[in-house]
């Protein structure tokens, strides 16, 4: 475990890393394609969809955050103290959910390489997988970690902020869908594929995780670790929120978005011919930062099967980097794929979340800590809207894989 020492500067790098590590696992090709078509189906209306999930995220993500870190116990081993066996169905799940994102996400850095350099997109992700692995097998892998997805979360956020200026949407109109929109049941779907790409699966324990790696644990720590959950929470949301922007001054422009890869014409239209460039960077940038936070992530649920994948954690994440790139040259076109795997880790947020509020009153799970009322009922009514969002999106669900 990385030692961790509480000076402002390794706090401050401690913070940042947990905030984007969260934040660039949301923020991947998943991110970006499911936001480009909800915005083309729903336009100014998804902005209630958006809002609406980031109030879910917090009650999803704070609760997890500080009964985790205050337990000093990976999400799996809280789930099976709760009820035994329930800790490895989670991680079973996450695990499963994270491979599908990442074997998009690999597809999605094929493809930025492709739009930047143009190389074929098979080779593009080889290079991607590679570059990932290099970073976990430096020496301070979760140091040059923190500071990769820092960086790129950071360029990531300033290109797409002016790409929307550029695209001029109507703000005014994206405000008022924001509260009223046209028809609510209908967004549905949306939502809870969006809360699963931004806080379902592994994205939820990502941060979390990271910190309990860093010893950054106990009740003493809570103050921090809810600032970082909270200010990774609103990072993402505003990235969320740009994006939607740009894509809705696109549509409502009169602009029909590719079918094959609907947010590059995003930033065609924005800034022409080197836009697609632009937008290849940025595919790039998601796509190895989210490969990044799904690998390490999912790794770490199945530290607690057996001590081997503790010892070699390491070269448990080059493994599932090398298989997801593996199985991406057979798999073909990820859009569906991403869209269904943000729907399929939004479903099992209810598990999960339920599994850590009841732990928050074990005594034997966090000790004489007292989780706070309002955090568990806000931790609840998450759970019940994710349960019945859940219940209406899975037929159409099924319909993406097998209509």
Same mark, same amino acid.
């Given at each position: ?32 394609? =499911?936001?480009? %078509?909800?915005? /083309? ?19 999803? =993500?704070? #609760? ?11 999400? =799996? ?17 996450? !695990?499963?959910?994270?491979?599908? *994102? ?37 020496? #301070? ?20 902020? &002016? ?6 949407? @109507?703000? =005014? ?18 939502? &809870?594929?969006? !809360? ?22 106990? /009740?003493?720590?809570?103050? $921090? ?5 909270? +200010?990774?929470? &609103? ?19 009169? !602009?029909?978005?590719?079918?094959? #890869? ?19 960077? %940025? ?8 490969? &990044? ?7 770490? *649920? ?17 493994? $599932? ?17 991403? +869209?269904?795997?943000?729907? *399929? #880790?939004?479903?099992?947020? @209810? ?39 859940? $219940?209406?999106?899975?037929? /159409? ?7």
């Amino acid at each position: 475990m990385e030692q961790y020492n509480n000076n402002t500067l390794n706090r401050r790098r401690l913070m940042l890393g947990a905030i984007f590590l969260m934040v660039t696992s949301a923020v991947g090709p998943a991110f970006l394609t =499911q936001t480009a %078509v909800f915005t /083309e189906q729903f336009a100014a209306s998804f902005a209630f969809a958006i809002i609406l999930s980031v109030i879910i995220d917090i009650g999803a =993500q704070l #609760n997890i955050w500080r009964v985790l870190t205050v337990a000093n116990k990976r999400g =799996q081993d809280v789930g099976n103290m709760v009820l035994p066996g329930l800790g490895s169905l989670i991680a079973i799940l996450i !695990v499963i959910g994270g491979l599908a *994102f990442n074997i998009g996400n690999i597809a999605g850095a094929g493809m930025g390489f492709n739009a930047l350099l143009g190389l074929d997109t098979r080779i593009g992700a080889i290079i991607a997988g590679v570059l990932a692995i290099i970073i976990f097998s430096s020496r #301070n892998g979760t140091k040059v970690m923190d500071v990769v997805t820092q960086l790129l979360g950071i360029t990531l956020l300033v290109i797409i902020g &002016i790409v929307m200026i550029k695209v001029q949407p @109507p703000y =005014q109109e994206a405000a008022t869908k924001m509260i009223i929109p046209d028809d609510p049941m209908s967004l549905v779907m949306p939502i &809870i594929t969006i !809360v699963g790409g931004s806080v379902g699966g592994y994205i939820t324990f990502a941060g979390a995780h990271r910190l309990i790696e860093a010893g950054v644990t106990g /009740e003493e720590n809570l103050d $921090f670790v809810s600032k970082s959950a909270n +200010i990774g929470i &609103i990072t993402a949301g505003i990235m969320r929120f740009l994006l939607f922007l740009a894509a809705l001054g696109v549509i409502t422009a009169g !602009v029909t978005l590719s079918k094959d #890869n609907p947010p590059a014409t995003i930033f065609e239209y924005a800034l022409g011919d080197v836009g697609l460039r632009i937008f290849g960077l %940025v595919l790039l940038i998601a796509a190895i930062t989210s490969v &990044i936070g799904a690998a390490y992530t999912s790794a770490s *649920f199945l530290r607690s099967f057996h001590p081997i994948f503790d010892r070699y954690n390491n070269i448990v994440i080059i493994g $599932f980097i090398i298989f997801s790139t593996i199985v991406f040259a057979f798999i073909g076109k990820p859009v569906v794929l991403l +869209i269904v795997a943000g729907a *399929f #880790n939004g479903m099992i947020i @209810p598990i999960i979340l339920t599994a850590i509020l009841i732990g928050s009153r074990k005594k034997s799970i966090v000790g004489d800590y007292h989780h706070p009322t309002w955090m568990i009922v806000f931790g609840y009514v998450a759970v019940i809207i994710t349960l019945l969002a859940s $219940f209406i999106s899975i037929r /159409e669900v099924i319909s993406m894989l097998f209509g």
